[in-house]
């Protein structure tokens, strides 16, 4: 028997928003270090979307946003997305590389590689937590990166998860440095995962 | 212009007179626009993968590209389409993360060309592929499909 997203009791659901909080927190360390500001976060909110529902979320199919996605692997399986608003571009461009572009379209190889790392930073921090937390093996893959409108974004875990007709996981979090940035984690793990990270927890 | 009426994922629409209709940000989906200009009827409809046979739990016909083809056609005959007049323009099928395996994009492309070829309508124009997301807006007075990015400008099928 396997958990589907769409069945979680209340006491799952609390599970997961936890394991989103501690994640984050540790996220928001890891960022505070990388941009050597001091960078606070909100409450985690976390909700269960379907493909229409989280295209909202992340402010509209046309809104532009940068997205990193990872695929997991070993006792936990599945793809998470980090995804945060398009000016989050031009912060840690400017501290880290002292510029900043007016576009997308000017954003160069070497701006996406260091994007690339800070998801990298940042996904591995969260799922550390995870993996502490359950005491379960989680590896991540190498990052990539998708800058574009939300929609299009989302047609690739949307057609990965359209194949199973099920909804994901997405916690959205505020980091507050200089500028307040808003950022999605879009969680699909397998649903076997999700039983696996239950089980783990007692839940 | 009359009414923007708007088609979501796994949807589709048919329209006439001076409606338009759009679908937002394609990115391994594809959108495909037939048109009738004689009785100007236009239908959208925006698939997200390729075949029924992909999901086992969904029968949502709008959501596969060898059944939502059919029956966008059947509804565009309803409101005085013809078949043998309908010509077709299609977009999206993009590849939007480098690293992933599955080429989604392409086969939704594939599959959409085959489902035209077997109800003989002919392809006139596309814009699929590469790696960004795009916009498109269909014009039911002209049969106009205008196609927006971020990336890569606007652009006129």
Request: charged share 20%.
């Amino acid at each position: 028997m396997s958990t589907s997203i769409n069945e979680l009791s209340p006491f799952q659901l609390d599970v997961l928003k936890e394991i989103g909080n501690i994640g984050a927190g540790n996220a928001a360390t890891a960022l505070a270090e990388l941009l050597s500001d001091r960078v606070s976060m909100s409450v985690p909110e976390l909700s269960i979307a379907d493909a229409n529902e989280v295209v909202s979320l992340l402010g509209g199919p046309e809104n532009p946003v940068v997205a990193i996605l990872l695929t997991m692997s070993e006792d936990v399986k599945g793809i998470i997305m980090l995804v945060f608003e398009e000016k989050f571009l031009n912060v840690v461009l400017r501290t880290l590389l002292g510029k900043e572009i007016d576009s997308l379209s000017e954003m160069s190889e070497l701006d996406r590689s260091v994007f690339m790392e800070i998801g990298n930073i940042m996904s591995s921090t969260y799922l550390n937590a995870m993996s502490q937390l359950t005491g379960l093996n989680i590896s991540i893959s190498t990052p990539d990166i998708c800058v574009d409108m939300a929609g299009a974004i989302m047609s690739y875990p949307a057609s990965l998860f359209g194949m199973r007709g099920d909804k994901v996981l997405i916690i959205k979090e505020d980091f507050i440095g200089q500028e307040r940035i808003t950022s999605h984690l879009v969680m699909l793990p397998d649903e076997d995962s999700l039983d696996i990270i239950f089980r783990s927890l007692g839940a | 212009m009359g009414n923007l009426i708007v088609v979501g994922i796994a949807d589709l629409k048919v329209a006439s007179g001076d409606d338009v209709l759009i679908t937002y940000a394609l990115g391994s989906c594809v959108g495909t626009c037939i048109y009738d200009k004689t009785a100007k009827v236009i239908g959208l409809s925006h698939v997200l993968l390729a075949s029924k046979h992909m999901c086992l739990t969904d029968n949502n016909i709008y959501k596969y590209a060898d059944t939502a083809i059919k029956e966008l056609v059947r509804q565009m005959v309803l409101r005085g389409a013809s078949v043998k007049r309908m010509t077709a323009k299609i977009a999206g099928g993009a590849h939007m993360f480098a690293s992933s395996t599955i080429r989604i994009g392409e086969q939704n492309s594939a599959a959409v060309m085959e489902e035209l070829k077997k109800l003989g309508i002919p392809l006139v124009a596309a814009d699929i592929g590469d790696n960004y997301g795009r916009t498109m807006e269909c014009w039911a007075a002209d049969g106009k499909v205008v196609i927006k990015s971020i990336l890569k400008g606007n652009k006129i099928l």
